[in-house]
C-alpha cells in the first residue's frame, strides 16, 4: 500500500502561483510513477501532469504545458506541481496517484493508489 496526502492547495488571484506537494508514504516511492490529476465540479478527472519513476521523463495535459511544472525528490518521497499563470479554469480539486506500470501514463484508470485532493481555487 502506498498512502498520498497532498499540500499546497488555496485561493490564488488570477496570474499567481501555487505549489503543490504530494508525499508518499509506505511502500517505497522512488519505483512509483506519479501523475497529478483535477476535477473541477460536474466534470471528469482531467490529466495534468505526470513523471516517471527517476524524474527523467514527464507529460503535461495540452491545457497547463508551459505553465506547469511537475517534480520529485525520491529522497523525499515527495512530488510536485509548480502552477504558474494560474487561470480561473484551473480552479478544481488537485490529486497525485501512483503508478507502478512499466509504462508512464496519462490515463486515470493506469494509477493505483490515490491521494484525498486539494483544492485550488483562482479568482478573477
Known amino acids: 500500500q502506498v498512502q498520498l496526502v497532498e499540500s499546497g492547495g488555496g485561493e490564488v488571484q488570477a496570474g499567481g502561483s501555487l505549489r503543490l506537494s504530494c508525499a508518499a508514504s509506505g511502500r517505497t516511492f522512488s519505483p512509483y510513477h506519479m501523475g497529478w490529476f483535477r476535477q473541477a465540479p460536474g466534470q471528469e478527472r482531467e490529466f495534468v501532469a505526470a513523471i516517471n519513476w527517476s524524474g527523467g521523463k514527464t507529460y503535461y495535459g495540452d491545457s497547463v504545458k508551459g505553465r506547469f511544472t511537475i517534480s520529485r525528490d525520491n529522497a523525499k518521497n515527495t512530488v510536485y506541481l509548480q502552477m504558474n499563470s494560474l487561470t480561473p479554469e484551473d480552479t478544481a480539486v488537485y490529486y497525485c496517484?501512483?503508478?507502478?506500470?512499466?509504462?508512464?501514463?496519462?490515463?486515470?484508470?493506469?494509477?493505483?493508489?490515490w491521494g484525498q485532493g486539494t483544492q485550488v481555487t483562482v479568482a478573477s
Open positions: 496517484a501512483a503508478d507502478l506500470s512499466s509504462l508512464l501514463s496519462t490515463s486515470v484508470d493506469k494509477y493505483d493508489y
